[in-house]
């Protein structure tokens, strides 16, 4: 296979069509003096490509290339049509169980038989598309060929999911299909995690997606109160005479308009918030809640009701205001509590951080699935925020003691105390340096978030995780 890297008539064809590309969305912008500059700079581009079509030797060359490179793509679509068949038969399998738990039972025995079949299916359809592009693709550049046009096709059905809300990870999926048979139920949900791993994005999509229904939501920072949760009487006027009249909180509209309520990061909310809502997790659709605040008045919890509560994780170290939630509220949530690592949980630090690469280069991608960084930018940026996530999370993985200082390690705390490059962190960082139009380096955005973080220490751990991946290499040291 041809590449076109180190063939210089297919390195000039390729720079000049991304060029050219490019030119082309500035010249359909109109009349403005930066279009017409952008037209003719894209009559010259166009003139660059016809003249290395018109030369027979150059022409054959590329031919032959477009050829290799059509069968590359057809070999990674028809594997991309694999992928979603699999995908589809796992979430029928889903959907049965799902069904059965709307209905308040388990499965019976031809529905079983159903949901392993469905999953053996996916099974077989996956082994066979790895077959298959070996078959198809006989030399490792062709099979290269074919992963990076299926990573482009993953790049841009990622970027459609961040814009729903939430990249579909592999423990995201899983917390999903486990997740939602109890939710249809009424069951209570709770997510733990480390700040910035997308527990509310997660609980807003089963809400959302999930369950069918928009949630209310109930930050639990400030000075909020359990009236204000619930419900209060307000004095208004009604024909001259003024009145009370009660009016519905949060929790309560959720429960009788048959909605799902986010209580986010529910251990910062009041304790006497949070005595209440030991009974108030037990309540299912269809029984009733006698409200206090309206005199006892008791209302019917329509079907759709749910709590899906999120908490950030307990440490002495980091995360003011949140107190330790008590076992008992814990044990009302059951075995529906589920912990939401960062991306890539698991890994040695020598591993490729697959899932943070994805999520940065899906925040800045355009609808066609190009990237307007460098590969090689986004690896490292998305290596360094996995390493800050890991040892933020005190993940002692291969190399964890680069970063952390003996007194730390014999402490048992972790080498970041408040500041990590956490998934949100990433987004923010490369969106800024992508919207920059060139203004702006993945460095220097990098530097100015060391520069922001609070903590002496933390600056001297991101710093050190940083330059380890090659960046801040002209900033100043960062040794308060």
């Keep these: 296979m041809l590449s076109y890297d180190?063939?210089?008539?297919?390195?000039?064809?390729?720079?000049?069509?991304r060029e050219l590309a490019r030119t082309r969305r500035v010249a359909a912008r109109g009349t403005s003096p930066r279009a017409a500059l952008a037209a003719d700079a894209q009559q010259a581009l166009e003139g660059r490509l016809q003249a290395l079509y018109d030369d027979p030797e150059s022409r054959e060359i590329i031919d032959r290339a477009l050829t290799e490179r059509a069968a590359t793509l057809r070999a990674a679509v028809t594997a991309w049509r694999a992928t979603l068949a699999a995908r589809e038969l796992r979430q029928q399998a889903a959907a049965v169980a799902t069904d059965a738990a709307?209905?308040?039972?388990?499965?019976?025995?031809?529905?079983?038989?159903?949901?392993?079949?469905?999953?053996?299916?996916?099974?077989?359809?996956?082994?066979?598309?790895?077959?298959?592009?070996?078959?198809?693709?006989?030399?490792?550049?062709?099979?290269?060929?074919?992963?990076?046009?299926?990573?482009?096709?993953?790049?841009?059905?990622?970027?459609?999911?961040?814009?729903?809300?939430?990249?579909?990870?592999?423990q995201m999926r899983a917390i999903i299909a486990e997740a939602t048979p109890a939710l249809t139920r009424g069951e209570p949900l709770l997510l733990l995690g480390e700040t910035g791993g997308a527990k509310t994005?997660?609980?807003?999509?089963?809400?959302?997606?999930?369950?069918?229904?928009?949630?209310?939501?109930?930050?639990?920072?400030?000075?909020?109160?359990?009236?204000?949760?619930?419900?209060?009487?307000?004095?208004?006027?009604d024909?001259?005479?003024?009145?009370?009249?009660?009016?519905?909180?949060?929790?309560?509209?959720?429960?009788?308009?048959?909605?799902?309520?986010?209580?986010?990061?529910?251990?910062?909310?009041?304790?006497?918030?949070?005595?209440?809502?030991?009974?108030?997790?037990?309540?299912?659709?269809?029984?009733?809640?006698?409200?206090?605040?309206?005199?006892?008045?008791?209302?019917?919890?329509?079907?759709?009701?749910?709590?899906?509560a999120t908490a950030n994780e307990q440490t002495p170290h980091r995360y003011r205001g949140i107190d330790r939630m008590s076992a008992e509220l814990v044990n009302r949530?059951?075995?529906?509590?589920?912990?939401?690592?960062?991306?890539?949980?698991?890994?040695?630090?020598?591993?490729?951080?697959?899932?943070?690469?994805?999520?940065?280069?899906?925040a800045i991608a355009d609808a066609t699935g190009n990237v307007p960084l460098p590969t090689d930018?986004?690896?490292?940026?998305?290596?360094?925020?996995?390493?800050?996530?890991?040892?933020?999370?005190?993940?002692?993985?291969?190399?964890?003691?680069?970063?952390v200082s003996t007194e730390r390690e014999i402490d048992g705390r972790p080498g970041l105390e408040e500041s990590v490059l956490a998934p949100r962190t990433l987004v923010a960082i490369v969106q800024k340096v992508a919207g920059s139009a060139g203004q702006v380096t993945l460095d220097h955005a990098l530097s100015r978030f060391v520069d922001g973080v609070m903590h002496a220490e933390d600056r001297q751990v991101l710093s050190l995780i940083l330059r380890s991946q090659g960046f801040l290499a002209g900033a100043r040291a960062h040794a308060d």
């Design 201 to 237: 994005a997660l609980a807003e999509y089963l809400s959302r997606v999930e369950l069918g229904s928009e949630p209310e939501l109930v930050s639990g920072y400030g000075d909020i109160t359990s009236s204000q949760l619930i419900g209060s009487h307000e004095l208004r006027s």
């Design 102 to 170: 709307r209905d308040g039972r388990s499965l019976i025995q031809a529905e079983a038989l159903l949901v392993a079949t469905l999953h053996g299916r996916a099974d077989r359809i996956e082994a066979d598309r790895e077959l298959a592009l070996q078959d198809r693709l006989t030399t490792e550049e062709a099979r290269d060929g074919a992963l990076a046009a299926l990573a482009a096709i993953r790049v841009r059905e990622a970027r459609a999911q961040l814009r729903r809300g939430l990249l579909l990870t592999g």
């Design 6 to 17: 180190a063939n210089p008539v297919l390195a000039e064809a390729a720079d000049v069509s």
């Design 377 to 403: 930018d986004l690896e490292r940026v998305a290596r360094a925020a996995f390493i800050s996530q890991q040892v933020f999370a005190g993940a002692h993985g291969e190399g964890f003691g680069r970063f």
């Design 239 to 308: 024909g001259g005479a003024t009145v009370s009249v009660f009016v519905p909180g949060p929790l309560l509209r959720a429960m009788t308009e048959g909605r799902p309520v986010i209580l986010d990061e529910v251990n910062a909310m009041p304790a006497e918030f949070l005595k209440r809502l030991n009974r108030i997790l037990q309540l299912r659709p269809g029984q009733s809640f006698a409200v206090q605040e309206n005199n006892g008045e008791a209302v019917e919890i329509a079907q759709g009701f749910a709590i899906l």
């Design 333 to 362: 949530f059951g075995a529906n509590s589920y912990r939401v690592h960062y991306p890539d949980a698991g890994l040695e630090y020598t591993d490729a951080p697959r899932e943070n690469a994805l999520l940065a280069a899906a």
